[in-house]
């Protein structure tokens, strides 16, 4: 199974928003890190088959897309970010609906949502209005009607938005057992849960493909590049206009900040591991 994107570029009036974005995805969970306005939501839309490109087309199975909307439909789960629901109904009731746009009925639809619902830890308001759930309720109901038709490609447009830690969680767990043999591609701005669930991390900056890797690779990019060095509190501001800096950390003796820069910053600098957030910071320096 595989799923190509090739050459999408998309323009909003004349201001380009993906410009000539290629990638094939194989079964496994890929991650998309962008800063706000990346592109990350309509290389989705364009994906999903729910906006055209300008230039470019998107292959299922090296059959584009558009040539099959009807099975790629069925073979497809998303969520977006800006999923409707509709409050007055329940949320096994939600389900049941999305269920039968999908084209599942009867017991069969029943145990699929009554399953889901357990999944992602919402059987006991199952028989609550949407309209009493919580905002990490809500996201987990999106979570579980994405998945209602057991798609083979599954797209997560930002899916731990409002879920607290204990949520995050159950939300990796349940990807992960998820996604064997399929295609996961899920955005997040919160860079520790790519770190932690996805096999592959794809950087998109300003509408172009930046790198792509396990994070194991990109790291390599800013291996001997992060530091640690104790300095005076007065110096901070001048040291991150200067420096990209990742973490401040006040103490008695001054503050020791975490800096990225591919020479030693200072003489009392010490080497540190590079985690993805300060790749993150590489790679999206504040103002870009
Ligand atoms: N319908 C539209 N018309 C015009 N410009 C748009 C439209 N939708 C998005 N944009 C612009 O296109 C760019 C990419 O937006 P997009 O929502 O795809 O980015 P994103 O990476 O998903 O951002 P975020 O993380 O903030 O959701 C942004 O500059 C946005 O303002």
């Known amino acids: 199974m595989e799923l190509t994107i090739n050459n ?115 059987d006991d308001v199952k028989n ?53 043999e399929k295609i996961v591609l899920l955005s997040t701005h919160i860079v520790s849960e790519i770190e932690y669930i996805a096999d592959e991390i794809i950087i998109l900056k300003k509408g172009r493909i930046e790198n792509t890797g396990t994070i194991r690779y990109l790291l390599k990019d800013i291996n001997k590049c992060v530091w640690e060095c104790l300095v005076p509190e007065k110096e901070v501001n001048r040291i991150e206009q200067v420096y990209t800096v990742s973490n401040r950390k006040y103490g008695e003796d001054g503050v020791v900040l975490r800096l990225i820069s591919r020479e030693k910053p200072f003489a009392n600098a010490k080497q540190v591991d590079p985690v993805l957030e300060d790749l993150y910071l590489f790679y999206f320096r504040e103002g870009e």
């Open 8 to 122: 999408i570029t998309k323009q909003y009036g004349n201001v380009t928003v993906l410009d000539d974005v290629s990638y094939r995805f194989t079964p496994g969970i890929y991650g998309i890190l962008g800063a706000n306005g990346a592109g990350k939501t309509t290389l989705f839309r364009i994906i999903c088959g729910l906006m055209r490109a300008n230039c470019g087309n998107i292959q299922y199975d090296h059959k584009d897309i558009a040539l099959q909307a009807e099975y790629y439909r069925s073979i497809l789960g998303f969520l977006p970010q800006d999923f409707r629901y509709y409050p007055d109904f329940t949320g096994l009731n939600f389900m049941m609906y999305i269920a039968s746009l999908k084209g599942l009925n009867g017991k069969i639809a029943k145990k699929r949502c009554l399953d889901l619902l357990i999944q992602v830890g919402l």
């Open 128 to 180: 609550k209005k949407i309209r009493k759930y919580s905002g990490g309720m809500k996201q987990r109901l999106g979570i579980a009607q994405a998945m209602i038709n057991n798609p083979e490609i599954l797209i997560l447009d930002e899916p731990t938005v409002g879920l607290d830690p204990k949520e995050r969680v159950k939300f990796r767990k349940l990807i992960s057992s998820f996604a064997s």
